[in-house]
């Protein structure tokens, strides 16, 4: 299992060949498994979009998805063209949030990089990343992801996932253990990592705050450093700020998503 929080600089290739994470998985689960969790040991999603699927056009507005009374909420921007397949932000708020709290933050700027956000709420007040992004958390989060597939045209080239401090901190994990699904990984103020396999190879944007209070600088650079010698693509933005949602570091990050990791 991989842990990173202020350990020493190591190569995913050595990582790989002492047993800490695995590219060799086990297939994938019956779909009627989406949902329960114990089906999410080791944190792999289940949920994927169906190639070539047109669902009548859903409304454009922000809305529950009716999952459990802790939800998450679908965006859809108004002014997005859905004749074509679009991209998706999966968003995870920070600790003692809930799924509306990061939604309300990121929402402006979604619709003017023209995405589609499902922002979901973790099932107690934060993310359970002891043992990577396992149990009740993947799995609500992977009934959320079929709910969304099931209802909007996805672009399986441009499915990000999103994360706010403790949200960053699973983020990272769950971008790892799933980079065959996700293309994109977006981090403000990360804490940690914790995955139990690594899959894929996706993009990944830190933000980090020079006077953050919440985790230091230090130890989000050196996560950094960590991913890029894992062979992950890096882009790492500081800024002048706290513990945030950089606005700047929001516009650049959604921005280099939707083209496909090019810079603007």
């Known amino acids: 299992m ?37 089906a999410y040991a080791g944190g792999r999603l289940r949920a994927r979009i169906i190639p070539g699927f047109h669902p009548p056009e859903p409304e454009r507005l922000t809305r529950p998805l ?3 009374a802790r939800d998450a909420f679908l965006f859809i921007p ?12 999966l968003a995870l708020h920070g600790a003692g949030q809930a799924a509306a709290d990061l939604l309300g933050q990121i929402d402006r700027e979604a619709s003017r990089a023209g995405v589609v956000v499902v922002s979901v709420s973790s099932r107690a007040s934060t993310w359970d990343l002891s043992a990577g992004p ?6 609500f989060i992977d009934q959320a992801l079929q709910t969304v597939f099931d209802q909007v045209a996805i672009d399986p080239k441009r499915l990000a996932v999103l994360g706010m401090s403790d949200g960053a901190s699973y983020a ?36 980090s705050g020079r006077r953050d209070m919440g985790t230091s600088y230090a130890n989000q650079r050196n996560m950094v450093r960590q ?14 700020g706290g513990h945030i949602v950089d606005r700047d570091g ?7 998503f ?5 810079a603007p």
Do not use: K, W
Request: hydrophobic share 45%; glycine share 10%.
């Open 2 to 38: 991989i842990r990173i929080a202020d350990m020493p600089r190591l190569s995913r290739r050595t990582l790989l060949a002492g047993g800490l994470a695995a590219i060799a998985l086990p297939a994938l689960a019956q779909s009627s498994m989406i949902g329960n969790p114990e």
């Open 66 to 68: 009716g999952l459990e």
């Open 78 to 89: 108004a002014s997005l063209d859905l004749s074509q397949p679009v991209p998706l932000v």
């Open 134 to 139: 396992v149990g009740p958390d993947a799995a």
């Open 172 to 207: 990272l994990s769950t971008g790892m253990v799933n980079g065959d699904l996700f293309t994109d990984v977006i981090a403000f103020a990360p804490v940690r990592f914790v995955a139990p396999t690594s899959q894929g190879q996706p993009r990944f944007y830190v933000s």
């Open 227 to 240: 991913l890029e010698g894992f062979g992950y693509p890096v882009r790492h933005h500081a800024h002048g």
């Open 250 to 256: 929001l516009r650049e990050s959604l921005t280099r």
């Open 258 to 262: 939707v083209a496909g990791g090019v």
